[in-house]
């Protein structure tokens, strides 16, 4: 392959070049930290600082019974990039409440270890997608590291769990139906945490979740069992184009839609399964229809997630359509309503979704 010759220093915007440099930092130090966050996680040491700081590293270490000397580089480290607060007085660190709610609050909509715990195990699938950039195959989700599952279930659990209700609220008439006892379908279910909130929050309906992924299944079946709603909820290994049933009142798919090789046959197959006056809800990565618009922290995340995994998955099965994690609602509506539905409308948005309602 041919180089380009070194650019004439003179041409360089100093300043420009001291920002690229500045990011480039960033982004290391960001990279090595995720090791750090789960270790943290892991080892109970958010959630120590959390219950007893201020503490200093000796106290931590005894708390947690871990090496004082690692837990000291550890402690530095975590306040440098700003996730420990360090008081320069007395030498202890503890985590303020808003640390404590992004670091060691599991049930918090912005909860982020489980978030670190998946791009780490997402990224060990490079030398495959090396592969991939060369030869143009897919790499199937079923690929990956086994914690890719459990931080997608941490990290988007708790999300699901604050905002789930009101999305449904927002949704044509099915609320009332959830209420009178409607059938739900939740495809792409994952390890289920949504299966399982949408049958605790409408315990006169009954749910069944999808996904190809069959240990994932295994998965959201113990998960069921342990919220104590195994007699209305069911799990089943099937693919979005094939899952079994009819006259549902709800179908959903959160953050997965993307991820599928035929999302037209996928539709269309949404579409045979409803009930007349059943609603889809499809649950996307926030995204603008602009792509400079998604030149964002949030943006350049969902961006990489989907070259790692959601745009090999795709291109692993039928179609290969691959239309990607920030496709955003235009290119969403497109899909959608080639294949069958008449109605598509956004209902509900946080910082980092977007929800849409299709209707037959």
Known sequence: ?????????????????????????????????????????????????????????????AETETAERYVREWLRAEAAGGYVTHDAASGRYELSPEQAYVLANEDSPVFMPGAF??????????????????????????EHDEDVFHGTERFFGPSYGANLLSWIEALDGVDSALDAGGRIADVGCGHGAPTVRMAEAYPDSTAIGFDYHESSIEVARDRAKTAGVADRVDFAVATAREY???????????????????????????????????????????????????????????????????????????????????????????????GGFSTFRRVAETPTSLVYEAIP
């Open 244 to 338: 079994e049933g009819t006259d549902y009142d709800l179908v959903t798919m959160f953050n997965c839609f993307h991820d599928m090789g035929d999302p037209v046959g996928v539709a269309a197959h949404v579409r045979e399964t409803l009930a007349d006056d059943g609603s889809w809800m499809i649950v996307e990565p926030y995204a603008s229809d602009h792509l400079e618009e998604n030149f964002t922290p949030y943006g350049r995340l969902a961006y990489s997630i989907s070259t790692l995994a959601c745009t090999p998955n795709s291109l692993s099965q039928d179609v290969g359509y691959a239309l990607g994690a920030q496709a955003g609602e235009a290119e969403t509506r497109s899909v959608v309503t080639e």
């Open 117 to 142: 715990q998946l791009v780490s195990a997402v990224a060990k699938i490079e030398p495959e997608l090396r592969e991939a950039f060369r030869t143009g195959d897919g790499i199937g989700w079923h």
């Open 1 to 61: 392959m041919p180089t380009k010759p070194v650019p004439n220093t003179d041409d360089i915007d100093e300043q420009q070049l001291a920002e690229v440099v500045e990011t480039s930092l960033v982004d290391l130090g960001a990279t090595v930290h995720a090791a750090l966050a789960i270790i943290g996680d892991e080892l109970g040491l958010y959630a120590t600082l959390d219950e007893k700081g201020p503490l200093s590293a000796e106290e931590l270490a």
